[in-house]
């Protein structure tokens, strides 16, 4: 069974940073892609980056140059670095991952890490 486990998450002042993991456990193909998205209080679940297998990244506009993505293959891990923290940057992060084979899509989702920046 595919689990996502997030760890990182807290309460930092406006300015600080906080890096965010998700380790995967269980059996999982090797290609497939990684994500961080988050939802804040009264909005909808939102993609903040992505990274495949691969190592190519995609970024949500409003965190360009601020928040970095990377992984670590060998130890089924993601990373989301974010420096410069906003006060609106404050929701519950999740943890996704994505496989997509020649018959279906696997999607799993972790149990999220709350983000809160203070002004």
């Known amino acids: 069974q595919v689990q996502l486990v997030e760890s990182g998450g807290g309460l930092v002042q406006a300015g600080g940073s906080l890096r965010l993991s998700c380790v995967v456990s269980?059996?999982?193909?090797?290609?497939?892609?990684m994500g961080w998205y988050r939802q804040a209080p009264g909005k909808q679940r939102e993609l903040v980056a992505s990274?495949?297998?691969?190592?190519?990244?995609n970024y949500a506009d409003s965190e360009t140059g601020r928040f970095t993505i990377s992984r670590d293959n060998a130890k089924n891990t993601v990373y989301l670095q974010m420096n410069n923290l906003k006060p609106e940057d404050t929701a519950v992060y999740y943890c996704?991952?994505?496989?997509?084979?020649?018959?279906?899509?696997?999607?799993?989702w972790g149990q999220g890490t709350q983000v809160t920046v203070s002004s």
């Open positions: 996704n991952l994505v496989i997509i084979t020649l018959f279906r899509k696997y999607e799993y």
């Open positions: 269980g059996s999982i193909f090797s290609i497939n892609t």
């Open positions: 990274i495949t297998s691969g190592g190519h990244t």
